[in-house]
């Protein structure tokens, strides 16, 4: 037995992996990226996030190696388990990471991105990926990332770009920002060109003429591919909105509202009426709130859509809520809590008396 312990401590040494479990915190090996990701050997001189935070106070080792005993129990990204602790907040750790990776940290929020950049990548693409151009220099694209050590989207937009591909590293929250500068939908532009252009816009416009504007098939077409952009884009909310000089098209995802484009004013009319008569609305009434609802397919998915309009300043907005009727129930290790929050529902959920109240605001995921 003595023996069989030595010869494994010795392989293990001479692997780099002779750090106990229960060693401190500075000892143990752990992700680099937060990320589950075995860290780099040791022969590499890269320092570890969880040295660099401890080195710096950023956290505490009872901080350390609470998080880490999560982190080897769950399988939690070290970096989300600190996040869920509210030792660190994103930019933070995310500067950390990008010293410890060597990958430049950038913020995106309140930046002004070239939009000749930003198409180099398509929207859908960028959004899947979470990755966004922001510089080109000759043949190398720079691309901010939320997670640059995912060499499959490196690999994705490198073959999607023709470019070599220099990663830098952002927050979710700059990320999304940034997505929200893609220039109008490509999609819409080709459609608004074979919309008709009504000579005037008026609070008088007779029915007969809303309907037949909103039974174009350009218009048809037009909402039908914003409706189909908005589910693939996994948007819960889509919001036309029209203002002094243009119509400003915004798709709400995961909470956050973003920008996608504009239609031209005259363009607001044909849209909110085409919508109105999807939902079996009065396309007359413009001057009272009005709800109501359809159903369409997208991709095969059935697709339950709830409208709501409402008089503003420069005419009506519409509000369609986008239900998706296929989408799966999932499990509740499946609802991506956090490994301290799935523990505590757990064992709530096990006890045999007491009520339990799941409650939030509109869209924020109660049913599903």
Known sequence: MTIRMGMKKTIAQRNGQGHREDSPAVGVPMSPDGAGRRPAPDGTGRRRLGELLLAEGVVTPDQLNRALEIHRATGER????????????????????????????????????????????????????QAIPIARARGLLTVAMVD????????????????????????????????????????????????????????????ERLRRMAEDAPVIRLVNRLVE???????????????????????????????????????????????????????????????????????????????????SFYGEKAVLRLLDKSAPIYDLDKLGLSAQNYEVLRRIIQRPQGIFLLTGPTGSGKTT
Request: aromatic share 4%.
């Open 229 to 311: 952009e908005a589910v693939r884009t996994r948007a819960s909310d889509i919001h036309v909105e029209r203002q002094e000089r243009h119509v400003r098209l915004r798709y709400r995802v995961d909470g956050v509202l973003l920008t996608r484009g504009t239609l031209p004013a005259h363009a607001h009319a044909q849209v909110i009426s085409r919508i109105k008569i999807m939902a079996n609305m009065d396309i007359a009434e413009r001057r009272l709130p009005q709800d109501g609802s359809f159903q369409t397919r997208v991709d095969g998915r059935a697709i339950d859509v709830r409208v709501s309009t409402i008089p």
């Open 78 to 129: 070290l970096g989300q388990v600190l996040l869920d602790m509210g030792v660190v907040d994103q930019e933070r750790l995310a500067r950390h990471l990008g010293r410890q990776i060597g990958a430049e940290f950038v913020r995106l929020v309140g930046t002004n991105l070239r939009e000749d950049v930003l198409t180099l990548l398509p929207q859908q693409l960028a959004s899947r990926l």
């Open 148 to 207: 640059p050590l995912d060499v499959v989207a490196i690999d994705d937009i490198r073959r999607t770009t023709g470019l070599s591909i220099k990663v830098a590293l952002t927050t979710v929250q700059d990320f999304q920002y940034a997505l929200g500068q893609y220039p109008t939908l490509d999609v819409a532009e080709e459609l608004v060109r074979d919309l008709p252009q009504p000579q005037a816009v008026d609070e008088e416009m007779s029915l």
